[in-house]
């Protein structure tokens, strides 16, 4: 998480044992979800392991342009083989023997004297003179408060902290949330439990994920002939960008979208009342769309129901709906998603002049480019504000913010300087250019989704295609940056 002139106190102990939190990984005290540090590389990839967790973007999109992986067994690989292809590059790339795992980072706080970084961290203080944080958009587990959760008398759990210790085979399972999780986990688990009951807030368009496993031949092609595999990806990407286009500015190519979508609901759903349940009202787009080839064939099933009635509570034998009925349930399983608008919380990060973030944030998360704040000096964030799209591959997006951070580094380097800051007016002009694009998304067609908070702000989307994204992250705009000097302090009380 850092990089610098290191000077380690404790911190290689290893530390992750200590990590608590109740049953969906909440801990007391702090006010917010426990956010767990890894205790092995791979992020989301380490701590989802349920059933049917896979890759929703084709898996030569989803991984390093500088490691293609020939030998991803299907075209969408499952997760078991996205931690294995992570942890093997971080090993292939020495990058495992310098990371602290089981080490959560509490507090980061900007020195203004000595141009360094301090850190507080469940193994100690540690020092750098280069903060990046890559905390994920998608590490912190969302638990809704449903009333009676603690009451309930079986095993409880989020998806993202799977109870591989308990056996679904002939049990009823009630599954709370139709999002990507939920889609991935009831045809996995279907085949085994005795029923499942999924509850439902509201649908979310999905579209065919046209997923198959790859033949040794093909791999040993792609394996043989890179150039194959780069094409493979450069369509993929190309199709991504069709949706980016759709979703950010070309209105009119959701349509055909939009009328695939409802044949994946038409060709696989005979019943029209379940029809209706699952077709969503609003735009294809503005909630994510899922990709998925088994979740309405598994909804058809006899031991599967789909309910939409609002929860009223959860009670210790089951879930009672608003209608009254009270469905009995051994297993509680929350596929209902992650808190998404914290980025570096819960740790507290503290600026130039002790601003911290959570203050220059003021509720609204904003990065020039999703990468740098101003006050911030020495600091830059990896998947942060306004990196995450309703199409691509975040790996892509990382990458291209690597390159940005590199880009940052370089200006520092020659001008020997010891810190570099986004100056203000960099960050506005952006922060200006960036919301008044984004009105114009699908993601602002007035549908509930994880983007958008209750008060209309969109800390989350990028709203232009990726590959804007990476042009403009590749170079250091002159100007961007102060570099050496800082810039005179803020007036707090404004
Ligand atoms: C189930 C699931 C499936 C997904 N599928 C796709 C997909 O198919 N395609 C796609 O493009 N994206 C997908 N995503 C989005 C995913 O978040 C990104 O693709 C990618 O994992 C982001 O990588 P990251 O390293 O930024 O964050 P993460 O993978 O979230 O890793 C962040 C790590 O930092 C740790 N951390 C956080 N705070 C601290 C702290 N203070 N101290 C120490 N450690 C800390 C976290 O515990 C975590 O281990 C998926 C997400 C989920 C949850």
Redesign the pocket.
């Known amino acids: 998480?850092t990089a610098g002139n290191n000077e380690h106190r404790q911190i290689g102990r290893r530390a992750g044992a200590q990590f608590g939190g109740d049953r969906f990984g909440r801990r007391e005290g702090r006010g917010a979800l426990f956010?767990?540090?890894?205790e092995r590389v791979?992020?989301?990839?380490?701590?989802?392991t349920y059933p049917g967790?896979?890759?929703?973007?084709p898996s030569h999109l989803?991984e390093f342009s500088f490691e293609p992986n020939p030998r991803w067994s299907r075209r969408?690989a499952p997760?078991v083989e996205i931690q294995a292809y992570l942890e093997d590059v971080a090993r292939r790339h020495g990058v495992l023997d310098r990371i602290h795992t089981g080490?959560?980072?509490?507090r980061a706080s900007w020195d203004d004297e000595r141009n360094r970084w301090i850190l507080e961290?469940s193994a100690g203080t540690h020092e750098a003179e280069i903060l990046v944080t890559?905390?994920?958009?998608?590490?912190v587990p969302s638990v809704p408060p449903l009333p009676g959760l603690e009451s309930f008398a079986g095993p409880s759990f989020h998806?993202?902290r799977w109870r591989h210790d308990v056996d679904l085979t002939g049990k009823r399972v009630a599954v709370v949330g139709t999002g990507?999780?939920a889609i991935q986990v009831v045809p996995a688990i279907q085949p085994t439990v005795e029923h499942v009951d999924v509850y439902q807030r509201s649908p979310g368009w999905t579209f065919p994920k046209m997923d198959f496993a790859y033949r040794e031949r093909t791999k040993r092609l792609f394996g043989r002939y890179p150039a194959l595999q780069r094409l493979d990806r450069a369509i993929t990407f190309a199709f991504m960008e069709l949706g980016a286009a759709a979703m950010t500015s070309q209105r009119w190519m959701r349509r055909p979208f939009r009328a695939i979508a409802r044949r994946q609901i038409n060709q696989a759903i005979e019943d029209p009342g379940l029809r209706r349940k699952v077709t969503p009202a609003d735009e294809i787009g503005c909630k994510r769309v899922m990709l998925t080839d088994d979740w309405y064939p598994a909804l058809t099933e006899p031991n599967v129901d789909l309910v939409t009635d609002r929860i009223e509570a959860v009670t210790p034998a089951g879930i009672r709906t608003a209608d009254g009925t009270e469905r009995p349930a051994d297993v509680l399983v929350l596929a209902t998603g992650?808190a998404s608008h914290g980025f570096?919380a819960?740790?507290e990060i503290v600026g130039s002049g002790g601003r911290t973030l959570a203050e220059e944030w003021a509720g609204v998360p904003r990065a020039y480019l999703g990468v740098s704040v101003p006050r911030f000096p020495n600091m830059f964030l990896?998947?942060g504000p306004n990196t995450n799209g309703g199409t691509?591959?975040?790996?892509?997006t990382?990458e291209a913010a690597v390159q940005h951070v590199i880009g940052a580094l370089g200006e520092l380097e020659r001008a020997d300087a010891r810190r570099i800051e986004l100056r203000r007016q960099t960050a506005d002009a952006f922060d200006h250019e960036l919301r008044a694009a984004l009105s114009g998304t699908v993601w602002h067609t007035g549908c509930t989704n994880w983007y958008v908070d209750e008060n209309g702000n969109d800390p989350s989307q990028w709203p232009w295609l990726w590959s804007t994204y990476r042009r403009r992250a590749a170079q250091i705009e002159p100007g961007v940056y102060e570099v050496g000097a800082p810039e005179p302090a803020p007036d707090r009380a404004s």
Do not use: K
């Open positions: 998480m956010r767990p540090s890894g791979g992020g989301v990839w380490h701590h989802n967790a896979a890759c929703d973007i989803y969408f997760q080490t959560e980072v509490q961290t890559a905390c994920g958009q998608l590490s998806t993202a990507c999780s992650f570096t819960p740790m990896l998947y691509g591959s975040v790996i892509y990382i």
